[in-house]
């Protein structure tokens, strides 16, 4: 069974930084793109950032592109944001997306965390 | 950057059909993906590349893709098919996944 289980979310500052891990299971991790999707509070989904299965490739979202950082580390089967200058509208639940395919580009997600809350507020 | 247009909202009674659309510029030449999401939940898979349906997946669930509009069809509709349901798709000219606004389906 496929899962995924994201952590360290909470409460930031504006300005500070925050580092998402998601640990996966039941798939052979290293095979497959995964991505981050966040959704604020009463809004719509929102890709944020995407990593191909070797780690070689990323891809990024406009609104993060220059602070956030996705990478993995497939020996540990989990997937990592790092987050700096963090903003308020940074503010959402974040979840880690498999892809259907080894590459970012053209592939859907099949499989979901259940999310992580990031607040952004002072 | 490429934009995916939903009607924020589609009503319809329990055993009709219902029909989410999702335009984008000849989105007919991407691949659409659909989720289903309920409140307090993560998105759920429904369809992919345009008319796949996931294992687990009613049949009651159906795409199309032509043009400029994709179509997510529910047949048959039942009061747990309420939920917020999203299009998505690959924009290769800026290398970003985009996903649709979304749309609330509400079961009269």
């Known amino acids: 069974e496929v899962q995924l289980l994201e952590s360290g979310g909470g409460l930031v500052q504006p300005g500070g930084s925050l580092r998402l891990s998601c640990a996966a299971s039941g798939f052979t991790f290293s095979s497959y793109a995964v991505s981050w999707v966040r959704q604020a509070p009463g809004k719509g989904l929102e890709w944020v950032s995407g990593?191909?299965?070797?780690?070689?490739?990323?891809h990024y979202a406009d609104s993060v592109k220059g602070r956030f950082t996705i990478s993995r580390d497939n020996s540990k089967n989990t997937l990592y944001l790092q987050m700096n200058s963090l903003r308020a509208e940074d503010t959402a639940v974040y979840y880690c997306?498999?892809?259907?395919?080894?590459?970012?580009?053209?592939?859907?997600?099949?499989?979901w965390g259940q999310g992580t809350l990031v607040t952004v507020s002072s | 950057s490429y934009v995916l247009t939903q009607p924020p909202s589609v009503s319809v009674a329990p055993g009709k059909t219902a029909r989410i659309t999702c335009g984008g510029n000849n989105i007919g030449s991407k691949s659409v993906h659909w989720y289903q999401q309920k409140p307090g939940q993560a998105p759920v898979l429904v369809i992919y590349?345009?008319?796949d349906r996931p294992s687990g997946i009613p049949e009651r669930f159906s795409g199309s893709n032509s043009g400029n509009t994709a179509t997510l069809t529910i047949s048959r509709v039942e009061a747990g098919d309420e939920a917020d349901y999203y299009c998505?798709?690959?924009?290769?000219?800026?290398?970003?996944?985009?996903f649709g606004g979304g749309t609330k389906l509400t079961v009269l």
């Open positions: 990593i191909s299965g070797s780690g070689g490739s990323t």
């Open positions: 997306a498999k892809g259907s395919a080894g590459v970012v580009a053209a592939t859907t997600f099949d499989y």
């Open positions: 998505q798709v690959w924009d290769s000219s800026s290398d970003h996944q985009v």
């Open positions: 590349y345009d008319s």
